[in-house]
């Protein structure tokens, strides 16, 4: 099993250590497409997924979800959580064994979903259903230092509910001077570049385990895709993302940073447990 570069107890060292740099905004991957972003002593966990529960679910059927990486830290450790964010119903961007002790750990975290799933989110979290924040595309929210953009993302296909609303997301997030694009899991649609452009983004965090219809599940760009659309939308780096979790549905990354290097797009690939700054 792959370990990651930081765990448990010096992971959150190195969370408290870079509370002391108020000015840098710093980012963690917590593996598949979960990130904790800290700016000035706030901290936002986007579309965490920090437990076994879909090992556990699928371990009789025929497409095991085996892990590949270790776990960085467990859910309950997090007792300094302002926002969470899902972008979609997926237990990997939805998950109650991470999202319930975190919510008992934090109680004031707010959560941050698409407004066509507060229903689903309600019903797998039992909570009240208006204790979410709902975004739609084309919405906003405010949560302390972050402000929360919802753009569609197509996993793989762009669907809405009766009353319009998408039912997969991408966040476009603001903190203090930073600009961060959390896509969740998406393909490319017709429109998106040009949608994206309207933001000065800073950060481009991205899937880059593509689409292979034998796996059974919805895709994602693949690694060139990746970096090519980061660099179409001007992102001032990548970081890849959905890869490594679990061995039915991974890729490498040597395309997403053979494609990056060829289109001088900037990018970042981290370990997990590993913190970016800037």
């Keep these: 099993m792959i370990q990651p570069l ?3 107890e010096q992971f959150l060292a190195d969370v408290a250590q870079a509370r002391h740099q ?7 991957w917590l ?4 990130y904790l972003v800290q700016w000035q002593g706030q901290h936002l966990l986007l579309d ?3 437990s076994d529960s879909l090992t556990h679910k699928y371990a009789t059927t025929d497409k095991p979800h085996i892990r590949m990486t270790a776990r960085v830290i467990a859910p309950e450790r997090l007792d300094f959580i302002d926002v969470v964010t899902s972008s979609h119903n997926h237990t990997d961007h939805l998950d109650a064994e991470t999202l319930l002790p975190l919510l008992r750990v934090n109680p004031a975290l707010r959560m941050v979903i698409p407004e066509a799933n507060r229903a689903f989110v309600a019903d797998r979290l039992g909570i009240d259903p ?3 924040i709902g975004v739609d595309a084309g919405g906003s929210a405010a949560v302390g230092a972050f402000r929360f953009h919802g753009v569609p993302a197509a996993h793989e296909q762009i669907e809405q509910d009766a009353a ?14 930073w600009t961060i694009y959390h896509s969740g899991d998406t393909v490319l649609y017709e429109g998106m570049v040009k949608q994206l452009r309207h933001w000065p ?11 292979a219809p034998e796996r059974r599940v919805a ?14 939308i001007g992102a001032k780096v990548v970081i890849p993302c959905h890869y490594e979790m679990f061995e039915f549905n991974t890729a490498s990354t040597a395309d997403f940073v053979a494609t990056a290097k060829r289109i001088d797009q900037p990018y970042c690939v981290l370990r997990a447990g590993e913190r970016w700054h800037s």
């Design 6 to 8: 930081q765990s448990s």
């Design 22 to 28: 108020l000015n840098t905004l710093h980012l963690w």
């Design 31 to 34: 593996g598949q497409s979960g």
């Design 48 to 50: 965490p997924y920090l």
């Design 130 to 132: 208006a204790q979410p």
């Design 164 to 177: 319009g609303h998408h039912k997969y997301l991408g966040y476009i997030v603001q903190v203090g001077p």
């Design 201 to 211: 983004i800073d950060v481009a965090i991205l899937p880059i385990n593509g689409r």
């Design 219 to 232: 895709g994602n760009l693949d690694g060139p895709e990746a970096a090519q659309l980061a660099k179409a």
